[in-house]
């Protein structure tokens, strides 16, 4: 059965550091690109940044291009977003997501995952 779980979520002060794992079980998540997602109240479901299954593509949302950094830890099967500079606009829940079928790159688009998490909560607030 396959599952993924986030963590790391949480309360934080503008201009402060979170950082966010997904760890999977009943998959690798090295053969697969993964995403992250936000979906603040009353709003859609959005791409914040994506890695690919190769070493080394990612992508981000201008929203949080500069801020935040994906990265991969294979051998934990975990990948792990840090969150710098958060803002109030950044309160959301967050989600990781698998996609079995980007190749050699990866998508910021929702359509093309298919195994979510259930998400952890941040909020940046003072």
């Known amino acids: 059965q396959v599952q993924l779980v986030e963590s790391g979520g949480g309360l934080v002060q503008p201009g402060g550091s979170l950082r966010l794992s997904c760890a999977a079980s009943g998959l690798r998540l090295n053969y697969y690109a993964i995403g992250w997602f936000r979906q603040a109240p009353g709003k859609e479901r959005e791409g914040v940044s994506c890695?690919?299954?190769?070493?080394?593509?990612?992508a981000y949302s201008d929203s949080v291009k500069g801020r935040f950094h994906i990265s991969r830890d294979n051998a934990a099967n975990t990948v792990t977003l840090q969150m710098n500079n958060l803002r109030p606009e950044d309160t959301a829940v967050y989600y990781c997501?698998?996609?079995?079928?980007?190749?050699?790159?990866?998508?910021?688009?929702?359509?093309?995952?298919?195994?979510w998490g259930q998400g952890t909560r941040v909020t940046v607030s003072s």
């Open positions: 997501a698998t996609d079995s079928g980007a190749g050699a790159g990866c998508s910021t688009d929702k359509r093309e995952y298919d195994y």
């Open positions: 890695i690919s299954s190769e070493v080394g593509h990612t």
